[in-house]
Every structure is written in structure tokens, then in C-alpha cells.
């Protein structure tokens, strides 16, 4: 039995596999334990093993790896166009392997241990900066029932706080008091875990030359710069920064047909933690006092014209677009301003 490719469904414990030969035809269909999934591929000759590039597959991509084969990870949404009739787990392991033959298909580049380990700071904060907003919206929507309402924002919470400990007992029973005290010790427990987690980050930050630069390019901060450095190992991937920036889905979707162009909302194709933080910092530059070189001016003036959130979004692309080159290039931002005294 001679394998060329290998179509891998991985899962928590049943794992499916699909081999063909050099000339397409099915000669493996298997079922394997995940115990014995590293004992079987061991055995196997050194051949093109395609898996979909979720959850668990940047481990499994290092095992095989690890033991010979050549590992190419295809994304889910490519996968999909390949499934035929019935969905089930012997099908999708013959649709990765289709997909992964296919002369034009992209590939997600395996990660390494150590970027995948700087991923899990910021996987932790944002689960622990989620729970939090939980928190407060849920503190604030029950003493809004009892008419104590305080301004929008986290920073606002210590006024909350002091109305629920000022408030009478014809105002809010001592029972619920001590409920919704309990919110308020559980938001004021995950703040300094948050400030612990985003310290680790930063001193990541201030030991890596590449996010350094990062940092010099306005609305991106060290938490935005760790987490490009870590998802994006080789900028040359990809052929420019308008490219980069479709791959995180800062791009209009288009449905265009017959020499006429329809473009619509940003495709949200790429990585949902990544855009939201260069979204974010996006709207966070467009709060700031306007500066006076040649990106500040394009953002006014695209203010004038356009809702703030729209100009929020093409400020992201915009910097999407940055980011790429400075890390591409190795060269630390400089605005139009700069560069021309």
C-alpha cells in the first residue's frame, strides 16, 4: 500500500482518516483512537498528511511532523465546498484530502511551540476581560431595577459600588445587598488577574524587536503588537499589506457579477481576536487630539464624509496595512510628517 496523501479528521477521541495513492484512487479508510493516532502514523512511510486548521490541529501538525510527514493545514471554510451529500466524520476527512490535492489551495502555516504558547496570555485575558463585562452588566442591569444608575464605562463602577452601600433598607433589602455584593467582589477579584496577564504581556513586548516596532505605529499597543507577532510568523506570505489586511477580514465582501462591481460589509474572514484589537485601537486614535501628518489628515477628512464606526473599520485596514510593512520590511513607523523633516 502506497500513500500519497493522507485526509486526517481530527477530534477529542475518535479520529478519521482517508489515504489515497499517487493517483487519487482510495486505498485507506480507518478509524483511530487518539491513542493510537501517533503509533499508527510511526508505522507509516513519510507522506503529505491534511488536516482543517482548528482546535488541537497545531499540536497534532508538530507530532506528525515530528515523525516525517508533511503536515498541511487547510482552513474549515475551504473544506467545506468539498463535503459531499451527507456530512460525517469518513466524509470530511475524503473532503480534506480533496482540498488539500488541489494545485491552488492556501495552506495555514503550522505554529510553533512557542508562538502557540504566547497565544495563551491573551487567550486567558480576553476570557477574563469577557467574564468581567459580564460582571458589570449584570451588577448594573440589577441595581438599575432598584432606579440606581451611574455613568457607562468600567471606571465607573466605584460610584455604583457607593450607592449600594449607601442606599437605605427602604431602598434595597439586606439580602440583596450582600447578592450584589458578591458581583462586586467577583469584578474586583479578576481586575488585577487582568493587570497580572497584560504585565506579562508587555514585558514580552519590550523583549521582542519586532513588536517594538509595532508599537511606534499610532493606535496599535503592546497588546495588539504581541498578538501580531505571535499569529503572523512570516509576513512574506503574503504579497502586500492590502492582502494582509484581507486576511484578517478588513475587506468589503463582494458579490460582484458581470463587469459590475457590489461590495458589501468587511468579509470577518480572518482572526476575530485580531481584528477586534486593531478595531479597537482604531476607534481609540479617533478620540485623540487630530495630529497633523498625512494618515491624521486622510482620517479627518474621511470623518467628514463618513459614520465614525465605517472610518473606524478603514482606519483598522489601514493599519493592517502598516503593520505588514514594518514587519515585512523590519523598519520602525515613521508618518509623513517625519519623514519629510
Known amino acids: 500500500m502506497k500513500l500519497s496523501m493522507i485526509g486526517l479528521d481530527i477530534a477529542k477521541n475518535v479520529f478519521q482518516v482517508h489515504?489515497?495513492?499517487d493517483a487519487g484512487h482510495v486505498v485507506l479508510r480507518r478509524q483511530l483512537r487518539r491513542r493510537d493516532v501517533s503509533r499508527f502514523f510511526a508505522g507509516l512511510e513519510p507522506c503529505v498528511v491534511a488536516m482543517e486548521a482548528c482546535g488541537t490541529a497545531h499540536h497534532w501538525a508538530r507530532e506528525l511532523a515530528s515523525l516525517g510527514h508533511e503536515v498541511r493545514l487547510v482552513p474549515p471554510s475551504?473544506?467545506?465546498?468539498?463535503?459531499k451529500r451527507s456530512k460525517n466524520d469518513a466524509v470530511?476527512?475524503?473532503?480534506?484530502?480533496e482540498?488539500?490535492?488541489?494545485p491552488s489551495m492556501r495552506f495555514v502555516p503550522v505554529k510553533t511551540l512557542e508562538r502557540q504558547a504566547a497565544l495563551v496570555p491573551h487567550r486567558v485575558r480576553d476570557l477574563l476581560v469577557r467574564q468581567r463585562t459580564m460582571l458589570i452588566n449584570a451588577l448594573r442591569s440589577q441595581m438599575a431595577?432598584?432606579?440606581?444608575?451611574?455613568?457607562?464605562?468600567?471606571?465607573k463602577l466605584a460610584e455604583l459600588v457607593a450607592m449600594l452601600h449607601e442606599a437605605g433598607e427602604e431602598r434595597i433589602t439586606p439580602s440583596v445587598r450582600a447578592l450584589l455584593l458578591e458581583l462586586v467582589g467577583a469584578i474586583e477579584a479578576l481586575t488585577p488577574r487582568v493587570d497580572q496577564i497584560e504585565k506579562t504581556i508587555v514585558s514580552a513586548v519590550r523583549a521582542?524587536?519586532?513588536?517594538?516596532?509595532?508599537?511606534?505605529?499610532?493606535?496599535?499597543?503592546?497588546?495588539?503588537?504581541?498578538?501580531?507577532?505571535?499569529?503572523?510568523?512570516?509576513?512574506a506570505r503574503f504579497r502586500n499589506g492590502r492582502h494582509f489586511a484581507a486576511w484578517l477580514g478588513l475587506v468589503p465582501r463582494q458579490s460582484s457579477t458581470g463587469g459590475r462591481?457590489?461590495?458589501g460589509r468587511i468579509t470577518k474572514m480572518g482572526d476575530r481576536y485580531l481584528r477586534k484589537l486593531l478595531v479597537l485601537g482604531a476607534t481609540a486614535s479617533l478620540r485623540r487630539a487630530p495630529g497633523t501628518d498625512r494618515?491624521?489628515?486622510?482620517?479627518?477628512?474621511?470623518?467628514?464624509r463618513r459614520p465614525a464606526r465605517l472610518v473606524s473599520v478603514a482606519l483598522a485596514n489601514k493599519m493592517a496595512r502598516i503593520a505588514w510593512a514594518v514587519m515585512a520590511h523590519g523598519q520602525a513607523y515613521r508618518s509623513a510628517t517625519a519623514a519629510a523633516a
Open 19 to 21: 489515504g489515497v495513492d
Open 78 to 83: 475551504y473544506v467545506k465546498a468539498y463535503v
Open 92 to 97: 470530511d476527512a475524503a473532503a480534506i484530502c
Open 99 to 102: 482540498a488539500a490535492s488541489r
Open 145 to 155: 431595577e432598584f432606579g440606581m444608575v451611574a455613568p457607562k464605562g468600567r471606571h
Open 208 to 235: 521582542d524587536e519586532t513588536a517594538r516596532r509595532l508599537t511606534t505605529i499610532p493606535g496599535i499597543g503592546p497588546i495588539t503588537a504581541s498578538a501580531l507577532v505571535a499569529m503572523v510568523e512570516d509576513p
Open 261 to 263: 462591481q457590489r461590495l
Open 295 to 304: 494618515l491624521a489628515l486622510w482620517t479627518r477628512d474621511l470623518l467628514q
